[in-house]
């Protein structure tokens, strides 16, 4: 027997343990000495040279494992008892740890090591008899059978301990695994539940073990019993499946998905024995993934899909995301841009001027007029707007730019001025009989006083005629002004325009039309009529609309133009006493081209181009009228501040 203090060898990296395992030695143990080292090489050095009465060793070595450093015990045929330092779950480690020799192990779990330096000195014990007894059988067999007693004594006082401490470790186990919020479970190896604990019942939807225990898990449970397959021929190859998502059956059968790891669970002779795992229900998980799966792909259709060209840039300006419609602006596809940079589509310098635009408006630009560049090097006019793109962060991440083709806006545009300046023309065709009578008579006046001078000794009447001949002159003159300022081709500058003087001047033009017929006009102005436009535009559809009113006239009757402000609106009625519009003409007359005159009288686009100035001011135009009843035109235009686009 041991009389000499305990030469003790621990050898294990962590310095934690080593700490914790000196110090409870150090107290339970005073007739002790404890030597300590990391490694395995340093420790089989250590027991070569040194008398050691029991070895702590660690199964996990930065070096080499526990079993390596047994082998080399072995066989330097150094005759110490060995205690595995193992962690839960090495069941097959400890096993053949136990077969190389090893006298006993130590599982680290919570307090683990307060029982120590009792199983340190058992051990000791039962190393030390064995030992005597091998001397026993040798040199006097028959004292065997007395020191046996001593020695089965000895061993049955040492399984007591175990089965103790066994029993103490399971119940906390146990304790511990009621107390996590984790399903954990436990199968034999046919798949029939023999534990799981209040977690793992609660998401099943159970309420205790007695009614579950025993079911098949994949037979009871899984919605498709086909997935289990996969399930147990990586357990019986690897011996843990992790991760491993499948559909389960609840008690009420609901159905919810479930994520859990398991591993192969087998007895001290490396017997596989069943199943254990931990598991947890990822039903709310998945639906908010499939969820957010939707979500995207459902605006990856909007942008997929969108009318205007969408592209994402990084911070470096390398293209992101490219639209189908950028595709069909810019002649690229996709792919053959994603990861270059913007300037590709760019003209030279722009990409860093719309940067420097966004920064200067914080993160944010609208309707920029700008051009980019076709796969083919054609030059193409966009209206673009961008932002700033930030992340859950706010730290900037890139931009995003949407635009459209201005191409075809740009033409329409051009065409528009011209069928503006070609229903011009028309009208001064309808007003050419009115005009040509008013002017003969301005020419007519000015010959006959300039022949009455000619003749005339007496000055008076000569300054008499004079004036006539001036009167002439300013009359003839008014009309061409007008008539200029109607068929003038310029657009024009934004203005304060005062709506009563320009009807005014609109029934002045049309009054060359009102002598062919017995028209009267009567008018009804408010006092504040201000708008902000363009004077011969404004001017251009109230004579559309004055004429359409006269020509709808057939010889005698009334129009009343009348303005007034509602909501911050300048209204401007138009009521004819003409022949009126039918029912089913009413949807088409502001369409181009839509006419009921015979060819030859009429271009269809007056009512047309009215519509096009009003809806360009953000106005509107609305018609009441009834066959052989006249018609009313209620024209509606914001009397707020306007710009030119």
């Known amino acids: 027997m041991v009389t ?40 089989l050095k ?36 060995v205690i595995i330092l193992t962690a839960k779950g ?31 000195k058992r051990d000791i014990e039962i190393f030390n008899l064995n030992q005597e007894l091998n001397k026993l059988e040798v040199k006097n067999p028959g004292k065997v059978l007395t020191e046996s007693k001593e020695i089965t004594q000895l061993l049955l006082e040492n399984l007591k301990f175990k089965i103790k401490e066994l029993e103490r470790a399971e119940k906390n186990y146990r304790n511990i695994m009621e107390r996590v919020d984790e399903a954990i479970y436990e199968c034999d190896k046919k798949g029939n539940i023999t534990f799981i604990n209040r977690a793992g019942l609660k998401i099943l939807g159970f309420n205790n073990l007695n009614e579950i225990k025993g079911f098949n898990i994949i037979k009871s449970f899984y919605v498709n019993p086909e997935d ?116 590709e589509i760019c003209p030279s310098g722009e990409a860093k001027r719309i940067g420097k635009l966004l920064w200067k408006n914080d993160g944010k630009i609208n309707n920029y007029q700008t051009i980019v560049i076709h796969k083919n090097g054609e030059k193409i006019p966009i209206r673009l707007s961008a ?5 859950e962060f706010s ?78 002159t300013k009359y003839g003159a008014e009309i061409v002004r007008s008539l200029g300022y109607y068929s003038g081709k310029s657009r024009g500058e934004f203005q304060r325009v005062n709506v009563n003087e320009v009807l005014n001047e609109a ?39 004055i004429i359409n009113g006269i020509e709808a006239i057939k010889d005698e009757g009334t129009l009343k133009i009348k303005t007034e402000n509602i909501d911050k609106e300048l209204c401007i009625t138009i009521k004819d ?31 047309g181009i009215a519509w096009r100035i009003a809806s360009n001011y953000r106005g509107t135009i609305d018609v009441k009228s009834k066959k052989g009843k006249g018609s009313t035109f209620t024209i509606r235009i914001p009397m707020g501040e306007m710009k030119d686009d």
């Open 395 to 472: 730290n900037r991440i890139g931009s995003q730019g949407i635009f459209q083709d201005l191409s075809e806006e740009i033409e329409f545009r051009e065409m528009e001025k011209q069928l503006i300046q070609a229903e011009k023309l028309a009208g001064l065709g309808t007003l050419s009989a009115g005009i040509a009578h008013q002017i003969n008579n301005s020419l007519n006046g000015i010959m006959g006083m300039a022949s009455a001078i000619f003749k005339e000794n007496d000055l008076n009447k000569i300054k008499e005629y004079t004036k006539k001949l001036i009167n002439y």
């Open 228 to 343: 289990g397959k996969p399930f147990k021929e990586r357990i019986k190859k690897k011996g843990i499946v992790k991760n491993f998502e499948v559909q389960l059956k609840k008690k009420d059968k609901s159905i919810i998905t479930i994520s859990g790891t398991s591993t192969k669970k087998i007895d001290t002779f490396g017997n596989f024995i069943g199943v254990q795992g931990i598991y947890n229900d990822i039903s709310e998980k998945k639906k908010l993934e499939h969820n957010i799966n939707e979500a995207n792909r459902f605006l990856t259709n909007i942008i997929e899909n969108a009318a205007e060209a969408i592209v994402t840039v990084d911070k470096k300006g390398d293209i992101n995301t490219f639209n189908r419609a950028a595709e069909l602006i810019l002649g690229y596809k996709g792919l053959e841009l994603i990861g270059k940079s913007v300037t």
């Open 507 to 545: 029934i002045s033009i049309a009054s060359y039309t009102i002598k062919l017929k017995k028209v009267k006009i009567t008018t009804n102005f408010s006092k504040v009529s201000i708008i902000s436009a363009i004077p011969s535009e404004i001017l251009q559809l109230f004579i559309n609309i």
């Open 90 to 120: 090495d069941e097959e480690v400890v096993t053949k740890a136990l077969e190389m020799g090893a006298v006993d192990y130590v599982v680290k779990t919570e307090n683990c090591f307060e029982n120590l330096p009792k199983i340190i």
């Open 4 to 43: 000499n203090k305990l030469q003790i060898l621990l050898i294990d990296d962590e310095k934690d343990h080593v700490f914790l395992i000196k110090r409870i030695l150090s107290l339970k143990l005073t007739n002790s000495n404890i030597d300590a080292t990391f490694n395995g090489i340093t420790g």
């Open 46 to 81: 250590r027991i070569m040279n040194n008398k050691y009465d029991i070895v702590l060793l660690d199964y996990i070595l930065p070096d080499m494992d526990g079993l390596e450093v047994l082998k080399r015990i072995n066989k330097k045929d150094i005759k110490v008892p």
């Open 577 to 607: 006493s003409g022949v009126g519009i039918p029912k089913q003409n009413i949807p088409h007359i502001f369409e181009p081209f839509f006419t009921t005159k015979i060819v030859g009288e009429g271009t269809g686009l007056g009512l």
């Open 387 to 391: 932002v700033f793109i930030y992340d």
